[in-house]
């Protein structure tokens, strides 16, 4: 049996990672600092430490040095992004963004301790593609559910490219998965032993988009006042996933498309170039294609992109899987809210069967999480899931967004007493967007950036020209 430390100075997030890992077999201890890690126990004692970025007190890096022989993994905020990068630089032998999803962090964690074990034997490890081997750590069906048809395909698709070095293209709606695919991707790869860096290009400035992905040198711009490395070559022998690239501005895009061409990069502000070794994995919601022919997005890049496609099907379009996401993901809320016994009625299970899930998986995972904090009892009802959107409005889909954005701002609810959570959320941007940036808007929702892009991209919601902060 493994033994994990787990260091985080939040509770919450503390007790359901502890959790999470108690549930998969793991003997776990955990700490809410450096400090009062080592106070308790010798953190180079564990097979494994998962650690926050920033502590009070040392950083979670501190223990990359105090603990030299054991495996450091890295949670962070997309915020702190550049710092996990920097992480790893320093030791850590992966980063995993917050808010994670549980198959991605269990992933993570069973491929870390693979390598571990078989580091000391000169084995492959089980990540490392063999020929035939479905049942490998990183394999698409441990990392994403999916037993209906249309996944199975897609799980078929991603064992037979990950092997390779082709640029793949992940489409697929908001919440459907798309960053677990890449993850898969990476960890049946040859490349598996290296970093995978995960970039959401629509949650980075565009004044600093270029600056994050390929670098840049001291002086090149103000507020330049040294040197950095970019993302891009932070993945050097690894996998670089590029989320949303749709929302790449242009000069990204044409600096993006000699990367892939020559295999090289050039820092901002430089006049020599690099080689690197980076395998492409880029994901989209929108219809690439449709952009080349507007301008919006270079028609050589798209095809650059677009080698091995690999579509991951809404929810809607996988009947079978409902049922199964929702048993799983009331297993895991119950038993970190203190809820084992928690059952979904046959009502809600209909109801459930019959929404449309405009938001995909993370709309399902993010009913059960609210209905389980709701229940008072052992059975979970329809109106504890509260799937209905009042007013009877139909979902638009992300497809069909492009030209309904008038429709959208000219829905003018008759009072914001009769207001449903997504009409208040839409009235509320449209409203204030004019006068608050991007973070305070997020803040005054009590939600993140990343939330807030997200439900726009959702409700057809544009985002107003310039508001980068």
Known sequence: MARILIVEDEEIIRSAVRKLLQHAGYEVADAGSVEEAEQSQDPDDFDLIISDLRLPGAPGTELINRAPNTPVLIMTSYASLRSAVDSMKMGAVEYIAKPFDHDEMLAAVENILARKQHASTDEPAPDTPTSGDDTASGDPASIMYGKCEAMQKVFTLIRKVAPTETTVLIQGESGTGKELAARALHLLSPRAAKPLISVNCAAIPESLIESELFGHEKGSFTGAVSARTGLIEAADGGS??????????????????????????????????????????AATHRNLKAMTRTGEFREDLYYRLNVMQVRIPPLRERQGDILGLAQRFLQRQGEKMGKPNLNLSPEAMRAMERHRWPGNVRELENAIERATILCDTDLITPSLLDLEYEGGDEYIPETLVEGNNEQVRNREPESSSDLSLEDYFQHFVLENQDKMSET??????????????????????????????
């Open 240 to 281: 670089l996933f590029l989320d949303e690239i749709g929302e790449l501005p242009p000069e990204a895009q044409a600096r993006l498309l000699r990367v892939l061409q020559e295999g090289e990069i050039r820092k901002v502000g430089s006049t020599q170039s690099r080689k690197v070794s980076v395998r492409m994995i």
């Open 440 to 469: 305070e808007l997020a803040q005054k929702l009590g939600i993140s950036r990343k939330s807030l892009w997200e439900r726009r991209q959702r409700l057809g919601i544009p985002r107003k020209k310039g508001s980068g902060n």
